[in-house]
């Protein structure tokens, strides 16, 4: 049994380090923040609108980026940077068509 768990973890090529929260800790935790960024822009410009307006979810992208980021500011392996580079590029590439289609035509 352990055997086969071994083998399992070194296919594995994208590991994640997440705590015993998971996913649900960390979108909470980068909610939390996107909430104090907001409080502090809104508290610099003045304006009360914005306080009103709760904060956008976290895409599903930055959620899995972010669980296999090291404390360091590394991806856990090099296989976990060339599909987080190659994520980040397709969803970029994907705003530009939006952006091109809606606000253009």
């Given at each position: 049994m352990r055997k086969k768990a071994q083998v399992v973890l070194k296919q594995n090529t994208t590991p994640h380090v997440l705590s015993r929260g998971g996913y649900e800790y960390l979108e909470q935790e980068?909610?939390?923040e996107k909430t104090?960024?907001?409080?502090?822009?809104v508290a610099q410009s003045?304006?009360?609108e914005a306080m009103i307006d709760p904060p956008s979810p976290i895409r599903r992208h930055m959620k899995w980026k972010m669980a296999c980021t090291?404390?360091?500011?590394q991806m856990t392996s090099e296989s976990t940077k060339e599909i987080a580079e190659k994520i980040v590029?397709?969803?970029q590439l994907i705003i530009v068509?939006?952006?091109v289609?809606?606000?253009i035509d």
């Amino acid at each position: 049994m352990r055997k086969k768990a071994q083998v399992v973890l070194k296919q594995n090529t994208t590991p994640h380090v997440l705590s015993r929260g998971g996913y649900e800790y960390l979108e909470q935790e980068l909610m939390v923040e996107k909430t104090k960024k907001k409080l502090e822009e809104v508290a610099q410009s003045g304006s009360t609108e914005a306080m009103i307006d709760p904060p956008s979810p976290i895409r599903r992208h930055m959620k899995w980026k972010m669980a296999c980021t090291k404390k360091t500011i590394q991806m856990t392996s090099e296989s976990t940077k060339e599909i987080a580079e190659k994520i980040v590029c397709h969803f970029q590439l994907i705003i530009v068509i939006i952006y091109v289609y809606f606000v253009i035509d």
